[in-house]
C-alpha cells in the first residue's frame, strides 16, 4: 500500500471518529411535546426537550401534557427538587388542584 493510500485512509479514519463524537455529544431528546398552561392561560409548548437535566417552567404550569414518548416527574420547586413530585406518564396530563403551587420544573424518566 503506497504512503499516500495510508495517508488517505487515515485521513478518513479521523474525520469519521470526529464526525461520530460531534454528533453523540448533541445528546438524546424526548419525542414530541411538552405542553403546559400558566396561571394566566399562556400555553407553551416545547419539543423534543433533551431527556438529561432538569427542565424549568419558569412561568410556573397549573396544567402539563406529556405528548412525549417517555414519562415525566413533575415539581414544585424550580430546580427539580422537594417533596411531593408527581409522575407524569407518556400520553397524559396534570392539573393542580385550586389553591396549591404550581409545576415550577420537570425531569425525563430514561
Known sequence: MSVRRRLTTATGAVLLTLTVAGCSGLGRTAVGPVT????????????????????????????VENGTLVDLILYRTPHCRGEEPIYLPTNSADSIA?????????????
Open 98 to 110: 385550586p389553591g396549591t403551587l404550581p409545576w415550577r420544573s420537570y425531569t425525563i424518566v430514561h
Open 36 to 63: 403546559y398552561e400558566t396561571r394566566g392561560e399562556k400555553v407553551v409548548r416545547v419539543m423534543s426537550p433533551p431527556v438529561k437535566g432538569c427542565h424549568r417552567l419558569p412561568l410556573g404550569a397549573t396544567r
